[in-house]
């Protein structure tokens, strides 16, 4: 995940209310526009970019729910 895309989410995420999301609410009405595996791919590099402490205010609850991987969003 590139500096850019970092950037990108950071922001999203800011507009965001506390509280749980899956990665797509996140990355944006695109999403639906992606193959799988490039959702994956993306996907993935968030779960590693989140854990490596990118995503300051993001915590990774290691569930998952309704098919998809949990966060939740403490806020800045």
Same mark, same amino acid.
């Given at each position: 995940m590139d500096d850019k895309e970092i950037t990108r989410l950071q922001k999203r995420l800011?507009?965001? %209310? %506390? /509280? %749980?999301f899956h990665f797509p609410d996140?990355? /944006?009405p695109d999403w639906?526009?992606?193959?799988i595996g490039d959702k994956v791919r993306k996907g993935r590099a968030f779960?590693?970019?989140v854990h490596a402490g990118k995503f300051p205010g993001v915590e990774d609850t290691g569930e998952k729910q309704d098919g998809g991987?949990?966060?939740r969003?403490? /806020?800045e």
């Amino acid at each position: 995940m590139d500096d850019k895309e970092i950037t990108r989410l950071q922001k999203r995420l800011a507009r965001r %209310p %506390p /509280g %749980p999301f899956h990665f797509p609410d996140v990355y /944006g009405p695109d999403w639906d526009q992606l193959y799988i595996g490039d959702k994956v791919r993306k996907g993935r590099a968030f779960l590693e970019a989140v854990h490596a402490g990118k995503f300051p205010g993001v915590e990774d609850t290691g569930e998952k729910q309704d098919g998809g991987h949990l966060y939740r969003w403490c /806020g800045e």
